[in-house]
DNA sequence: CGAATGATATACT
DNA sequence: GTATATCATTCGA
C-alpha cells in the first residue's frame, strides 16, 4: 500500500514547470495527503488559486520581497508554503517553478477521501457536508497543516499530492478572481481561480 | 454583518 | 527594540 502510494506521488517535473496557472488546474481532481500526529488524513483537491510571482500584487513574494515568510516561495517547487492568516487560520499552499521565482498555489477547497474521522475531531464538526472542506483555512485544520509546517517538502512522508487517475476535464472546471485579494488592485480581477464542479462521490470512500 | 485572534511586516524611537 | 496596522478566513447572530 505504501510502495504504492510512492508510485502516485506527483514528481519534482509537476512541480518545476513554468505556468502556474496551469498546474492550479491540473492540481484539481488530484488527492492531498497528510500523515501528521500518526493520523492519516487524505482529500481531493476542488478549489485552487495560482499566485503568480514578483509581478502579482495579490502575492506575497510580489515586487520580489524576501522575508523570512516568504523566504518558502522561493524555494524549488515542490514545498508547502504555509502562513498564519487573519490570527487564526493556516493557509496551505504548494510551491511551484524553480528555484527563486516564488510561484504558488493556494488550496481553497477539498473533498474528504479517507480519515474523515480525524477530520471531523480536528475541526470539532459533527459531519462534512458533501465530505466538503470548503476554504482554504478549514481545509488546513482537518489536514493538520500547522503554520508551522510551512517548508515542508512535498516529496517527504508529512504531506504530499498524489495522481489518483482522476480527471477533470476543461469543461468542468470553473475560473473566476481570487478571494479575499482586494488589495492587489487590477491584479485582483484575474481569473486565477478555479473549481471542479464536478461529482466526486463516485471516489469517496462510505462512511 | 462583525468579532475573534496573533504572527508578520513596516515604520517608527 | 517597540508600536501598530494589516491580513490569500470563519462562523454565528
Not at 33 to 47: F, M, Q, R, S, Y
Not at 59 to 75: L, N, Q
Request: aromatic share 10%.
Amino acid at each position: 500500500m505504501f510502495y504504492k502510494s510512492i508510485l502516485m506521488k506527483l514528481d519534482l517535473s509537476f512541480y518545476t514547470r513554468d505556468d502556474v496557472v496551469q498546474i492550479s488546474r491540473e492540481l484539481l481532481g488530484k488527492a492531498l495527503c497528510t500523515n501528521i500526529d500518526g493520523k492519516h488524513a487524505e482529500a481531493i483537491i476542488v478549489e485552487t488559486e495560482a499566485y503568480a510571482g514578483i509581478n502579482d500584487k495579490a502575492s506575497h513574494a510580489y515586487g520580489g520581497r524576501r522575508t523570512k515568510r516568504t523566504e518558502v516561495m522561493f524555494y524549488e517547487g515542490g514545498h508547502a508554503y504555509i502562513y498564519l492568516c487573519y490570527g487564526m487560520y493556516s493557509l496551505f499552499n504548494v510551491v511551484t517553478n524553480v528555484k527563486n521565482i516564488p510561484h504558488a498555489v493556494l488550496i481553497r477547497g477539498a473533498v474528504a477521501l479517507s480519515g474523515t474521522e480525524t477530520m471531523l475531531k480536528r475541526t470539532g464538526r459533527k459531519k462534512l457536508t458533501d465530505g466538503l472542506l470548503a476554504g482554504p483555512g478549514i481545509l488546513s485544520k482537518a489536514l493538520g497543516l500547522h503554520f508551522t509546517l510551512t517548508g515542508t517538502s512535498l516529496f517527504g512522508d508529512t504531506v504530499w499530492i498524489e495522481d489518483r487517475g482522476i480527471t477533470v476535464s476543461p469543461e468542468n472546471i470553473i475560473s473566476a478572481p481570487r478571494i479575499g485579494i482586494d488589495y492587489a488592485g487590477e491584479d485582483a480581477m484575474l481569473p486565477y481561480r478555479f473549481v471542479a464542479k464536478q461529482d466526486f462521490n463516485e471516489y469517496l470512500v462510505v462512511s
